[in-house]
């Protein structure tokens, strides 16, 4: 049998300047016809910045879909056809003011495949290089630094809650976990 799925229709309901909503109609192998909402999303970029003590800066500000301050690791939209690792290295400039000496590709998410195409591509960074942080005008973040430790505390209580962060942060834990029962 084929798992094929076709795409029937697409009914634009919204284009906006960071996502546009769509209403695809689909066929699945079975025959059975379906519609489906999605928010169309370019894709974005989020990195782990590390100091040389092994802290972690993380970025608390509003996220006005949840009505709340959240704590999460540095991250930002694609901009059309940008590369996710120079979208990266802006937002750890932007949004902490450090530059990383070294950039390493940890892992890509979708982190609400259900209705959304956004993919994230997460890194993280070493030899931070002390640079000027440069917000957006309607961003306002304050800059946290916590061990892995207290991150894994914080995840475990509840207190970081977004989605990217604790995909990103875990991973970490596991390859250092990794890393430890190899030597």
């Known amino acids: 049998m084929s798992k094929e799925v076709k795409k029937l229709d697409r009914q634009q309901v919204f284009k906006g300047r960071i996502l546009d909503v769509v209403i695809d109609s689909i066929t699945f192998p079975n025959g059975q016809e379906a519609k489906r909402e999605m928010v169309i999303h370019h894709g974005a970029a989020a ?4 100091d040389n003590e092994g802290n972690i800066y993380l970025v608390e500000q509003y996220r006005h879909p949840v009505g709340d301050y959240i704590l999460e690791i540095p991250a ?18 932007e949004e902490i003011g450090y530059k990383a000496g070294n950039i390493q590709h940890l892992m890509d998410i979708y982190p609400a495949v259900g209705f959304s195409t956004e993919r994230i591509a997460i890194y ?4 931070l290089i002390e640079s000027e942080q440069n917000l957006d005008e309607d961003e306002f973040v304050e800059v946290k630094k916590f061990s892995l430790d207290e991150i894994v505390e914080m995840i475990d209580n509840g207190q970081i809650l977004d989605s990217k962060s604790i995909c990103a942060l875990l991973k970490i834990v596991k390859d250092m976990k990794l890393e430890q029962d190899t030597l």
């Not at 930002?76 to 400039?93: I, N, S």
């Open 76 to 93: 930002g939209t694609l901009e059309p056809g940008e590369d996710p690792k120079v979208c990266a290295e802006r937002e750890l400039e």
């Open 124 to 127: 993280t960074a070493h030899d």
């Open 47 to 50: 990195i782990v910045p590390f």
